[in-house]
């Protein structure tokens, strides 16, 4: 058993995770001067998210001057998306500049922690059968990290290759393949353009059409990255610009009923207006959504319709009910052939801990504390969960933005819980269930007027188990401005805490 407690230089702290959230926190951290950091991640290199997701076209839909560190700002990145290899290079980048590599424990999984109340440590155990001990634990595992792979009966007897998108097979050739494409999410509208010119026949199987809008992407130039290293005031206002767009215009139109009135009408237009580039007639009938712009996730592509397009693509809108050894069948009774199944059906977005079971006071599983939906003070806190924070947690997606700047926030949150475990007297911190309680009950009212609730689709937005009235609970957004979650998070109030004393 290894004690990772370190007096002196308590609180001893353990992040799950080395994405954007783990990180970006463990550089924080080690910049106020905590030194007794560990980083457990389970594959040998940092980057989560941006580390798994390598298929052909990934890349970020928040301008990449956004969808980075306001600490560390990157002058040259090579265009206004930046593609996924480029934003894994800046988490490398990051990682090493600060100084995080040396706190990294490559290769180690968590799949469990247990708070001991009588040492206010969290004793967390590894795939391996180690055990570590910490003070501090925070869950960065990110909400999007478990593949959702739907059971589809007899997939088990196709005989062709089958991967999802976040686990992409790039040793198996898609030129000439028959490939079926399960999903038309936001994975599936970045790969599809890359595969569908290789391939003999593609069919994407459609549960619902998405709103897509055009993606104003384009390569900076040289003279842009020049400038921006002369002049950083040029890159941190391109910054600011992107910041506003989001806060003061498409914001208001998902969380204001009066916003969406207002703004969804001119933001559908130009949806529509992408979908002209479909020349097929009858195509374009099965792409046109009907549920309110902005109830799900919307897409930005600036290629996917004209892919759709091509004479080898089919769009099939019927649902997929099981699988053969040559293909897949569809509730209508058509068999479609296909050499290669690609799922791109999202993640399980309920896991924002896997694959850890966490037990907090009196051996309580979160997953029982979550039994009617994830529910968390600030999308960061549990009661029953002491010295435990989550970073990307319920309710702190952005539906407009860049979920970087929701994850600074709470990383200056973290950073003054850990400041409060300096103080030898205190054993743990655990936040208050009426404080929780409340929290989320304003939360969720807030939450009925936005558009993905009463928008009227099914979205990975919403859960069911929402409770004894069977509503379906939004576990996933925010509904609010980014500028309102750092003004929350600004600071912790101790008052909200029950802090036990040694």
Same mark, same amino acid.
């Given at each position: 058993?290894?004690?990772?407690?370190?007096?002196?230089?308590?609180?001893?702290?353990?992040?799950?995770?080395?994405?954007?959230?783990? @990180?970006?926190?463990?550089? =924080?951290?080690? #910049?106020?001067?905590?030194?007794?950091?560990?980083?457990? *991640?389970?594959? /040998?290199?940092?980057?989560?998210?941006?580390?798994?997701?390598?298929?052909?076209?990934?890349?970020?839909?928040?301008?990449?001057?956004?969808?980075?560190?306001?600490?560390?700002?990157?002058?040259?990145?090579?265009?206004?998306?930046?593609?996924?290899?480029?934003?894994?290079?800046? @988490?490398?980048?990051?990682? =090493?500049?600060? #100084?995080?590599?040396?706190?990294?424990?490559?290769?180690? *999984?968590?799949? /469990?922690?247990?708070?001991?109340p009588e040492t206010g440590q969290w004793n967390l155990r590894t795939a391996g059968g180690e055990v570590h001990r910490?003070?501090?634990?925070?869950?960065?595992?990110?909400?999007?990290?478990?593949?959702?792979?739907?059971?589809?009966?007899?997939?088990?007897?196709?005989?062709?290759?089958?991967?999802?998108s976040a686990r992409w097979d790039h040793g198996h050739d898609?030129?000439?393949?028959?490939?079926?494409?399960?999903?038309?999410?936001?994975?599936?509208?970045?790969?599809?353009?890359?595969?569908?010119?290789?391939?003999?026949?593609?069919?994407v199987f459609q549960r619902e059409p998405q709103w897509v809008g055009w993606k104003w992407d384009r390569r900076y130039p040289r003279l842009r990255?020049?400038?921006?290293?002369?002049?950083p005031l040029l890159q941190r206002l391109s910054r600011l610009a992107?910041?506003?767009?989001?806060?003061?215009?498409l914001n208001p139109m998902l969380i204001a009923p009066r916003g969406r009135q207002v703004l969804s009408a001119h933001v559908r237009a130009l949806c529509r207006t992408t979908l002209w580039s479909v020349k097929d007639r009858r195509l374009r009938a099965r792409l046109v959504p009907g549920y309110e712009l902005g109830c799900k996730r919307v897409l930005v592509s600036?290629?996917?319709?004209?892919?759709?397009?091509?004479?080898?693509?089919?769009?099939?809108?019927?649902?997929?009910?099981?699988a053969t050894p040559d293909g897949l069948v569809t509730a209508d009774g058509r068999e479609h052939p296909a050499d290669t199944v690609i799922m791109a059906t999202g993640f399980r977005t309920r896991d924002f801990v896997a694959p850890m079971r966490v037990r907090g006071l009196t051996e309580r599983d979160l997953d029982e504390a979550w039994r009617d939906g994830p529910r968390a003070y600030l999308g960061m806190a549990v009661a029953g969960f002491p010295n435990f924070f989550l970073m990307y947690g319920p309710n702190t997606n952005v539906g407009s933005g860049s979920?970087?700047?929701?994850?600074?926030?709470?990383?200056?949150?973290?950073?003054?819980?850990?400041?409060?475990?300096?103080?030898?007297?205190?054993?743990?911190?655990?936040?208050?269930?009426?404080?929780?309680?409340?929290?989320?009950?304003?939360?969720?009212?807030?939450?009925?007027?936005t558009v993905w609730n009463a928008g009227g689709c099914d979205s990975w937005y919403l859960h069911s188990g929402g409770g004894s009235d069977g509503r379906r609970r939004n576990a996933s957004n925010w509904p609010g401005s980014m500028l309102g979650y750092r003004r929350r998070t600004r600071t912790l109030d101790p008052s909200d805490y029950r802090i036990v004393m040694r």
């Open positions: 058993m290894r004690d990772v407690t370190g007096m002196p230089g308590r609180p001893s702290i353990a992040i799950v995770g080395s994405g954007f959230s783990g @990180l970006g926190l463990a550089i =924080r951290l080690i #910049g106020a001067g905590f030194t007794d950091l560990t980083v457990f *991640e389970r594959a /040998g290199d940092v980057g989560g998210v941006w580390r798994e997701n390598t298929y052909p076209g990934a890349a970020c839909d928040a301008p990449s001057h956004l969808y980075s560190y306001s600490f560390e700002p990157k002058p040259d990145w090579s265009r206004r998306f930046a593609p996924q290899p480029e934003i894994l290079d800046y @988490l490398r980048h990051c990682a =090493r500049k600060y #100084g995080v590599l040396e706190h990294v424990r490559f290769g180690c *999984e968590i799949t /469990g922690a247990d708070f001991d910490a003070d501090l634990l925070v869950a960065a595992c990110g909400q999007l990290s478990v593949p959702s792979v739907p059971d589809i009966p007899g997939l088990g007897d196709f005989a062709g290759t089958v991967f999802h898609l030129t000439g393949r028959t490939v079926a494409v399960v999903g038309n999410g936001a994975s599936a509208v970045q790969f599809v353009p890359r595969i569908a010119p290789r391939a003999a026949k593609l069919t990255t020049a400038l921006n290293r002369r002049i992107v910041f506003v767009w989001f806060e003061a215009l600036s290629d996917y319709y004209r892919a759709l397009d091509l004479p080898q693509v089919d769009v099939v809108t019927s649902a997929v009910v099981r979920v970087v700047h929701m994850l600074e926030s709470q990383i200056s949150y973290i950073v003054q819980a850990a400041r409060a475990l300096r103080d030898p007297g205190v054993l743990y911190m655990d936040v208050r269930e009426g404080v929780l309680a409340g929290f989320d009950a304003a939360l969720q009212h807030r939450l009925d007027g």
